[in-house]
């Protein structure tokens, strides 16, 4: 199929929208396992109306039609795991370059990690975030606060400070929560306050100077491994903490890598432990061979690993192990990713591929388009415990309108993000989102 060419527009910064109806839209709502073909009204930043005999006898006379035919209109896509770089490393991603990547990828809310520099560990870095966000006006961002101050592992963040001022969940993500104590101190306390915990599961002391996964590759290129031992056992540690500490806080998984520590996440499930995980679209899509001959955009952490684990990604996503697809995208500069693969930054840019990437779980039959739309959506929306993720009545005209067909392919150099670090330059993608929404604006459309 060749590729059709779009052209496409800047963010409308307009005046809101009065009535703008979506017609003949296959509309995909998994908060109530809608899928059928129907309207959908919005007013301002609201969604009025939603349903199969909407307009039936025409839509009225001032209203802005959307013809949809042929398309899907869902939720706007929720990613909970985003590296902005701002403050601190501009050079490599803004809050203003990420946001356009995330609405050219379908993306209506972000919730930024907190790795920044300065690190996101106080009120007033908390305050610049969503600042910052407001003055972009694009798409929706949450900043995720710090465990511990300076991510240092030592002394824990004013957990309920920090959430009253906005702080989406707590991560010191890039690095794992390493001491013990301080991991049980951080339960309590969020047990205590419902707040949500997520872990960069890696043991350091085991993964040594490990860069990349450990198995035949890495032997075969003569780079020290990682072995999944070193995700588990952290995973598992948590798991005992959760339990210790009353298993109250709810704990997550960050983009979990390994069979194993999906396994361990199932059965902390079956015995009721407010347990939840994520998987990036890379781990589901890519082993460790795609590093090939030392090639750093493939390089991550956690990295890509063993065939057998992107099998246990994608049954732990089917399964409903696995809740939530998120990107980890952590845009690098050509400097930082251009060097000996021992030395390169770990990190892919995602915001704009997760779409296309999680709809080939589909077609391969691994997944419904619904429980796909869900794990990109609702799930994560209800992990952030935010009114999204739903085509719902009252609801935020957050809306992607999107092509599973449309083919395309993936040029890294015209990604919107400001770095192009991407595994999948080259790949033919197929699905796209073509028009995205965030509350009644058009912030990214292709006609």
Not at 164 to 191: H, I, K, Q
Request: proline share 5%; charged share 20%.
């Amino acid at each position: 199929m060749p590729t059709p060419v779009f052209a496409e527009t800047t963010p409308d910064r307009s005046p809101l929208p009065g009535r703008v109806a979506y017609v003949n839209a296959r509309l995909i709502d998994p908060a109530t396992g809608t899928d059928r073909i129907g309207t959908l009204l919005t007013e301002g930043e609201t969604i009025v109306d939603i349903g199969q005999g909407l307009f039936a006898d025409g839509v009225p006379e001032g209203v802005q039609v959307v013809d949809c035919t042929g398309l899907v209109l869902a939720p706007g896509l929720v990613d909970m795991h985003v590296h902005l770089r701002e403050p601190g490393h501009e050079h490599k991603e803004t809050i203003e370059t990420g946001s356009r990547a995330a609405a050219a990828g379908g993306v209506t809310t972000i919730a930024c990690m907190a790795n920044t520099a300065p690190v996101i560990d106080d009120i007033a870095l908390v305050d610049f975030i969503r600042r910052r966000a407001r003055e972009t006006g694009l798409v929706n961002v949450l900043p995720v606060a710090a465990i511990t101050k300076g991510l240092k592992g030592e002394q824990l963040v004013e957990m309920g400070l920090l959430a009253e001022a906005g702080a989406a969940y707590f991560s010191d993500d890039g690095l794992p929560v390493r001491d013990t104590l301080v991991m049980r101190r951080a339960l309590s306390y969020a047990g205590g306050m419902g707040l949500l915990i997520a872990q960069h599961a890696e043991d350091h002391s085991l993964a040594g100077c490990g860069c990349m996964n450990e198995g035949e590759t890495a032997t075969r290129l003569g780079l020290p491994g990682i072995p999944s031992a070193a995700e588990t056992v952290i995973v598992e540690r948590d798991i005992r903490l959760l339990e210790l500490t009353g298993g109250k806080a709810r704990y997550h998984v960050a983009h979990i890598s390994t069979a194993e520590a999906v396994e361990a996440v199932r059965q902390a499930k079956r015995r009721g432990l407010p347990v939840t995980a994520e998987v990036t679209p890379h781990h589901f899509t890519l082993d460790d061979r795609a590093v090939g001959d030392y090639r750093t955009f493939a390089k991550m952490a956690p990295p890509l690993r063993a065939a057998r684990d992107v099998d246990a990604m994608i049954e732990g996503l089917a399964d409903g192990t696995i809740d939530a697809v998120a990107t980890d995208h952590a845009p690098h500069d050509q400097d930082s990713k251009r060097v000996p693969f021992a030395h390169a930054a770990n990190g892919v840019v995602g915001l704009e591929t997760m779409l296309p990437l999680t709809l080939e779980l589909v077609r391969d039959g691994h997944l419904s388009l619904i429980d796909a739309v869900a794990a990109m959506t609702l799930k994560p929306a209800d992990l952030l415990g935010i009114a999204a993720g739903r085509l719902a009545k009252g609801a935020p005209a957050d809306l992607v309108l999107f092509s599973t067909e449309h083919e395309w392919v993936l040029n890294a150099a015209l990604l919107h993000s400001k770095s192009k670090n991407t595994p999948f330059d080259g790949r033919t993608l197929r699905g796209r989102a073509l028009r995205t929404v965030v509350r009644g604006r058009t912030v990214f459309q292709l006609a």
